[in-house]
């Protein structure tokens, strides 16, 4: 979709999402396919919404947004945490390449949504951003295929 602004500038929104399941046992960081190319010098709106488990250890995963360096993030996670949990919990994303501070989902082979609001100012350099996980511990996590990030090119006004 392109819209234009009030300054004329065409806006422009895409939506991706995964077409399979993501799955990794690494306990590092690991890009999914969920991404898209940023243009330097550009600011966008992110949305993800998606949902996923892991298959052993209630120790859960942790997600980061991986971007060029020089680009600059704010924003917030939403997750589920317990099996028996009624709410999502929220935590800042305050950098790029960073894992989350806490875990998303650490029940075994349940099923958890997950949410993340940003801001990403990309820097001089253009390049991938990404959404990307890491096992705590050990055992394997899945995020599931149709989990969908939304993006809009950004205008300051």
Wanted: glycine share 8%; charged share 10%; no cysteine.
């Amino acid at each position: 979709m392109t819209r234009t602004s009030a300054t004329t500038r065409p806006l422009t929104a895409k939506a991706y999402t995964l077409a399979n399941n993501f799955t990794t046992a690494s306990n590092t960081a690991v890009d999914t396919n969920l991404g898209f190319t940023a243009k330097p010098n550009t600011i966008y709106s992110v949305k993800i919404i998606g949902s996923q488990s892991k298959d052993t250890a209630n120790t859960g995963i942790k997600m980061q947004v991986t971007a060029p360096t020089g680009s600059t993030i704010s924003g917030s996670w939403f997750r589920g945490v317990t099996a028996q949990g009624t709410a999502l919990q929220q935590e800042q994303i305050t950098a790029i390449n960073t894992l989350s501070s806490n875990v998303f989902g650490n029940a075994t082979n349940t099923v958890f949504i997950f949410r993340a609001e940003f801001f990403i100012s990309i820097g001089s350099t253009g390049g991938d951003v990404k959404l990307a996980a890491a096992a705590v511990t050990s055992g394997t996590l899945t995020i599931y295929a149709g989990t969908g990030m939304d993006v809009v090119e950004a205008v300051s006004v």
